[in-house]
């Protein structure tokens, strides 16, 4: 009986000391965790944080570049800033931007990802693909800046070729905007195919199988089983893309600046917020005023990327 109580109690002091050195090795794997995320912790809180905090204080001063300093205004920028016409128009202007990019990006990119899914999974193909991605924004700016050119442009030439009139593009008040949604849909579609395609290799196979078995079509596969499970791969795009595409800045003023140009134009007809920002912070040097705007337009954001997060629940999966 001695024995089995001391060994009763040699299992109980295990016991006792092994949550202690669970304690003890979670404490260290955490350490080690600490110490490996520090390098990132900090140049998040030096190039992220603490300009935003920056920025967020200086929305609320007439912070001018000349002068280099401010003081508070209180409320007053955002006051401008709602009976601001202009910014207003910036704002619709970069809505129509981003309504025309993601809806065209979108569906070419799904349906290119379908159809290298379904026909070729080619490392050649999906390298092509992402070619026009690789490419800098201000070199693409430039090249579609001479492309379209109204007289020496090769896509107007080949358009009279074809019995087309030649068309402003760039210089049209009119054309401008489709014009720059369809240079970033060229730019981004391969990219965003990539992600969608990478998505649809987590569907597992035998469920097309199966939806194979029981008589369905292409469409009706696609409807029922690929697009409901490829719903968190999309949720993500789609914020990626919409957040992008509200950020567009170097494309608009390379494109239709062009040499010597008035970025944003012609009057204004592709004036997106980024580049009015730009044009009051260092044209008009009302830095307070532009640090406004920058937080509008980033709780905007916030408010766009939670509601595409819960309309198509991309924090849950039906693979789970």
Not at 4 to 14: L, P
Not at 89 to 117: E, R
Not at 148 to 164: C, K, S, T, W
């Amino acid at each position: 009986m001695n024995e089995n109580r001391s060994s009763r109690g040699s299992r109980g002091t295990r016991q006792e000391h092994r949550p202690a050195r669970w304690r003890h090795l979670r404490q260290r794997q955490g350490l080690v965790a600490g110490v490996f995320l520090l390098p990132a912790g900090f140049g998040f809180a030096v190039f992220y944080l603490w300009p935003a905090l920056r920025g967020l204080w200086m929305s609320f001063t007439d912070y001018s570049l000349l002068r280099g300093s401010g003081e508070l205004v209180g409320l007053q920028n955002y006051r401008d800033l709602a009976a601001d016409a202009l910014f207003w128009h910036s704002m619709y202007v970069t809505t129509v931007y981003v309504v025309l990019n993601i809806g065209s990006q979108t569906v070419l990119a799904l349906v290119m990802a379908v159809l290298m899914d379904r026909l070729t999974r080619s490392a050649l193909v999906r390298s092509v693909l992402v070619l026009p991605w690789l490419i800098p924004q201000v070199v693409i700016g430039m090249l579609w800046l001479w492309m379209l050119d109204p007289r020496l442009g090769v896509v107007n030439h080949l358009l009279e070729l074809a019995g087309i009139g030649r068309q402003g593009f760039l210089g049209s008040p009119d054309q401008v905007v489709p014009t720059l949604a369809g240079i970033n849909t060229w730019r981004f579609t391969g990219y965003t195919a990539l992600l969608l395609f990478a998505g649809l290799q987590m569907i597992p196979r035998y469920l097309y199988e199966a939806a194979a078995l029981d008589g369905a079509g292409e469409w009706r596969t696609f409807w029922r089983v690929t697009l409901p499970l490829l719903r968190p791969v999309l949720a993500l795009v789609l914020v990626l893309s919409v957040v992008g595409s509200f950020q567009v800045f170097d494309l608009v003023q390379v494109a239709t600046g062009g040499i010597g140009g008035q970025p944003g134009g012609p009057a204004n007809a592709s004036l997106v917020i980024y580049v009015y920002i730009f044009r009051q912070a260092f044209s008009f040097h009302h830095a307070g005023y532009a640090a406004a705007m920058a937080v509008v337009l980033a709780a905007l954001l916030a408010v766009v990327t939670f509601l595409i997060m819960r309309g198509l629940r991309g924090s849950r999966s039906d693979l789970a």
